[in-house]
T-cell receptor, first 112, second 114 residues
Framework: DGGITQSPKYLFRKEGQNVTLSCEQN?????MYWYRQDPGQGLRLIYY???????QKGDIAEGYSVSREKKESFPLTVTSAQKNPTAFYLC???????????FGPGTRLTVL | AQKVTQAQTEISVVEKEDVTLDCVYE???????LFWYKQPPSGELVFLIR??????QNEISGRYSWNFQKSTSSFNFTITASQVVDSAVYFC???????????FGAGTILRVKS
């Protein structure tokens, strides 16, 4: 089945550790996005990539890093510099020329 | 800067009632796109509808309907004869260039009671 997968669904880390969240899509979409959702708030854009080997910062990029070495993969690293990393992280992708983004199931990160 | 406001934080209705979720947006772009997404308890966002700024026709899809009014910068969503399965968080969003980034409202929690 075509879709977007994010793993793991739940992730626990100790404070000060870097952690990488996975996002894979087999929809052949060109663009991919990472959003963060905090309780009672809408989604905020962290990073996005429109083509392989290229990405841009979103509204809240500080403390995060990404790579886009393959079209189907867009991993997000939450570094120790991110002051409040506990949140729900959603990955999305979009077909070239289309407007709507499609989302993965999300990863809930808890930093202890 | 673009902004989306969903003033209703939470709405509770009884099954079979109609309910309207409000969305007001701000943008300086003449061409823009508006969206509604549903987030059930599982967490994944489900795309419901896209509307571009040149198309003010209302749209109906089953029990769902959308009212887009440029004059008031609103894009409201109505569920007719609500069902328990409609319980979710609903987000309105605006597409921002470059990159077709989405700017989201804070969301409205809809609770439908049987």
């Amino acid at each position: 089945d075509g879709g977007i997968t994010q793993s793991p669904k739940y992730l626990f880390r100790k404070e000060g550790q870097n952690v990488t969240l996975s996002c894979e899509q087999n929809l052949n979409h060109d663009a991919m996005y990472w959003y963060r959702q905090d309780p009672g708030q809408g989604l905020r854009l962290i990073y996005y990539s429109q083509i392989v080997n290229d990405f841009q910062k979103g509204d809240i990029a500080e403390g995060y890093s990404v790579s886009r070495e393959k079209k189907e993969s867009f991993p997000l690293t939450v570094t120790s510099a991110q002051k409040n990393p506990t949140a729900f992280y959603l990955c999305a992708s979009k077909e070239a020329g289309a407007r709507e983004q499609f989302f993965g199931p999300g990863t809930r990160l808890t930093v202890l | 800067a673009q902004k989306v406001t969903q003033a209703q934080t939470e709405i509770s209705v009884v099954e079979k009632e109609d309910v309207t979720l409000d969305c007001v947006y701000e943008t300086r772009d003449t061409t823009y796109y508006l969206f509604w997404y549903k987030q059930p308890p599982s967490g994944e966002l489900v795309f419901l509808i896209r509307r571009n700024s040149f198309d003010e026709q209302n749209e109906i899809s089953g029990r769902y309907s959308w009212n887009f009014q440029k004059s008031t910068s609103s894009f409201n969503f109505t569920i007719t004869a609500s069902q328990v399965v409609d319980s979710a968080v609903y987000f309105c969003a605006l597409s921002e260039a470059p990159g077709n980034k989405l700017v989201f409202g804070a969301g409205t929690i809809l609770r439908v009671k049987s």
